[in-house]
């Protein structure tokens, strides 16, 4: 793992929950969320981002997990970490997804929270 690469949330109303966000914290929102940049010390060349985003509260796209939140985990070697994970019992929930931006896949953790890794291109 390289670090967290977002961090996901129920909310009752996102649009509200970015607006209050942004006007009481600052964050410049868009309809996705905030996206805050940083650089790694080791390697200051590199631009690493963490996605904040609310999701609707009756979205499902945080199961099969019950809990209202899903952190986004960025890995490096994607394909290698998902053998290795099954081959170690891990559930993983689909299949690699490939983007512009990197590739992705869902995970179970041992208390059942859903988890994503992303491995950024």
């Known amino acids: ?13 996102p649009a ?6 942004a006007r009481h914290l600052g964050l410049a929102t868009t309809e996705w969320g905030s996206t ?9 060349d590199e631009v ?8 609707n509260r009756d979205s499902d796209y945080f199961a ?3 809990r209202g939140f899903m952190i986004n985990y960025r890995v490096q070697n994607l394909e ?3 053998q290795q994970l099954r ?3 891990v559930t993983i929930l689909d299949d690699i997804a490939s983007y512009d931006y ?20």
């Open 102 to 121: 990197g590739k992705f896949v869902h995970i179970l953790d041992a208390d059942g929270n859903k988890l994503e890794l992303w491995e950024p291109s």
């Open 80 to 82: 290698g970490l998902v």
């Open 64 to 66: 099969p997990s019950t």
């Open 1 to 13: 793992m390289t670090g967290i690469g977002g961090i996901f949330f129920l909310a009752d109303n």
């Open 87 to 89: 081959a170690n019992g």
């Open 36 to 44: 805050f940049e940083s650089r790694d010390m080791d390697r200051p």
């Open 48 to 55: 690493n981002q963490l996605q904040w985003s609310p999701f």
């Open 16 to 21: 509200a929950t970015r607006e209050w966000y």
